[in-house]
């Protein structure tokens, strides 16, 4: 079985412009969440979806954000990027979104903001 | 809030030599603790999730074990392909999102 899938790998951008990260979880799945990892530090929630309703939102600002398709798969959004948003954005796969199963997570995509 | 504090930040080993890692925390209302191990450039991979105080778990060389404010990594005997970073992560019962609060890890050298 095919696991979290992420693209792209990797990406550049310029400051201002928008950007868009796609997520498939792994099938049978039905909650994706979102995550910033910035270098040196650890995971940092941002959003979560579970049969494509959105179930929590961190703090971070409106220009982040998110939706879940029909087939679970799911698309996080940011418009305006800044220099600080360059980082490791992680998918994570649920059964169930958390409740009695965990997260697999994907391998990410690392946005560079220039 | 959620807080997750680990310590060291890094830890350098020769192989073969035993240590451990810590992680503390605060929840309002512990759904379960889980630690993940990250190698650079990639996602975090699932190793335990612990639920109550006196729980412990085994997965090869790594031992997990929860306190009411504590969880500890025990590496026994480690090889340089257990190097990575170690991320401890905590899932409170409060919230609809069962988010992941996550310390900053604990980077792991293991030298041969």
């Known amino acids: 079985d095919a696991g979290v899938t992420q693209s792209p790998t990797h990406l550049i951008k310029t400051r201002g412009q928008h950007v868009t990260l796609r997520c498939s979880p792994i099938s049978g799945h039905k909650s994706v969440s979102w995550y910033q990892q910035v270098l040196g530090q650890g995971p940092q929630f941002i959003f979560q979806y579970y049969e494509k309703e959105e179930r929590g939102r961190g703090n971070f600002p409106d220009r982040f954000s998110a939706r879940q398709f029909p087939n679970y798969s799911s698309e996080l959004n940011v418009n305006a990027l800044l220099l600080g948003d360059s980082a490791l954005y992680l998918c994570?796969?649920?059964?169930?979104?958390?409740?009695?199963?965990?997260?697999?997570f994907g391998s990410g995509t690392r946005l560079t903001v220039v | 809030e959620d807080q997750v504090t680990q310590s060291p930040e890094a830890l350098r080993l020769q192989e073969g030599e035993s240590s451990s890692l810590n992680c503390s925390y605060t929840?309002?209302?512990?759904?379960?603790l889980f630690w993940y191990r990250q190698d650079p450039g990639k996602g975090p991979e699932f190793l335990f999730t612990l639920y109550s105080a006196g729980e412990e778990k085994e997965k090869e060389r790594l031992k997990a074990t929860l306190t009411k404010k504590e969880s500890f990594l025990h590496i026994t005997a480690p090889k340089p392909e257990d190097s990575a970073t170690y991320l401890c992560a905590v899932q409170a019962h409060t919230g609809s999102a069962r988010q992941l609060t996550f310390g900053s890890g604990t980077q792991l050298t293991v030298l041969p």
């Open positions: 994570a796969s649920s059964l169930d979104g958390g409740d009695g199963y965990g997260y697999t």
């Open positions: 929840v309002s209302g512990l759904r379960g």
